[in-house]
């Protein structure tokens, strides 16, 4: 998937990726991509929760084993 | 009814002192407006340099948790409560607390308000989400 930046967030746990993801989405650009990796299983979830809570949009996931990405495009 | 969460804070154990900084941090993280209150032996925790530990027995293993908690990204409380307020998660210590244990206005650590419960009360009256971690 085409990405304009990646964030890292694996060995991280709750409410770490969150936190950071909405720290780095505001150093970001309205329409950019913006790759999350993570292998917290609580994301799973999480992460498309904010993305409609705060209405960026999630648009793909994979699951690589225990590695989750995420692809949330900006509003 | 405005997009914000109110949590009451009771307890100044380990778990009670980080439940409302991951829900606080994730909710201001998504945008929402949150105010914690703490109140009775939650108080404490916004004293300056605090080291709260696990209850009962369980206090034993509080250096476990810590590592684990560090080793996946979690900072220390006092550091976690000041990365709160950068997200502009609001503080507020009771006022009669204060005055039961003594705790002055000087104690408490930067960027926490002292409230008395009207106060708290009239933010609650117009949160979405209130919660009680005790």
Redesign the interface.
């Known amino acids: 998937m085409q990405k304009d930046t990646t964030l890292d ?1 694996r ?6 990726p ?6 780095k989405v505001k150093e970001m650009k309205s329409g950019q991509v913006l790759e999350l990796l993570a292998d ?1 299983v609580g994301a799973k979830e ?1 992460v498309p ?2 993305c409609s ?2 209405g960026n949009a999630l648009i793909g996931t994979e699951e690589e084993g225990k590695l989750l990405k995420f692809y949330v495009k900006l509003k | 009814m405005a997009d914000r969460l109110c949590m009451v804070v009771s307890e100044g154990t380990f778990d009670k002192a980080y439940m409302p900084l991951i829900m606080g941090t994730t909710a201001a993280a998504s945008g929402t407006e949150v105010h914690v209150f703490y109140t009775f032996f939650g108080t404490g925790l916004m004293k300056k340099n605090t080291k709260p530990k696990l209850p009962g027995m369980y206090r034993l293993f509080t250096g476990m948790f810590q590592k684990k908690m560090a080793a996946a990204g979690v900072p220390k409380h006092d550091e976690m409560v000041k990365q709160a307020m950068d997200m502009g998660v609001n503080f507020y210590a009771c006022s009669t607390t204060m005055k039961l244990m003594g705790v002055k206005e000087s104690d408490l650590k930067p960027g926490v308000k002292v409230l008395g419960a009207a106060a708290f009360l009239k933010l609650a009256s117009e949160a979405n989400t209130t919660l009680f971690i005790g």
């Open positions: 967030a060995g991280l746990m709750c409410p770490m969150i936190v950071n993801l909405a720290k917290d999480d929760a904010w809570r705060t």
